[in-house]
């Protein structure tokens, strides 16, 4: 597996759930992501961040596995 296809499946995923669950495209938020960091001086790259991670955590909870903090 490459590093793109990685990044891409991780960090377009926040984007693809927050568009599912409000009704809109996925490119409409990656577009509205943008805009926003312009405006809020990057702070919304740090909702971003954090939207990624809980997503990741919330994935490991659900399939049982262990969390590993390496």
Same mark, same amino acid.
């Given at each position: 597996?490459?590093? *793109?296809?990685?990044?891409?499946?991780? $960090?377009?995923? !926040?984007?693809?759930? !927050? /568009?599912? =669950? %409000?009704? %809109?495209?996925?490119? *409409? !938020?990656? %577009?509205?992501?943008?805009? &926003?960091?312009? !405006?809020? +001086? /990057?702070?919304?790259? &740090? +909702?971003? &961040?954090? $939207?990624?991670?809980?997503?990741? %955590? *919330?994935?490991? +909870?659900? =399939?049982?596995?262990?969390?590993?903090?390496?």
């Amino acid at each position: 597996m490459e590093f *793109r296809d990685l990044m891409e499946r991780q $960090a377009f995923g !926040v984007c693809s759930y !927050v /568009g599912d =669950k %409000i009704g %809109i495209a996925a490119s *409409r !938020v990656r %577009i509205y992501f943008i805009y &926003l960091s312009f !405006v809020t +001086l /990057g702070s919304s790259f &740090l +909702l971003y &961040l954090f $939207a990624w991670f809980w997503m990741n %955590i *919330r994935q490991q +909870l659900r =399939k049982g596995s262990p969390i590993q903090w390496d």
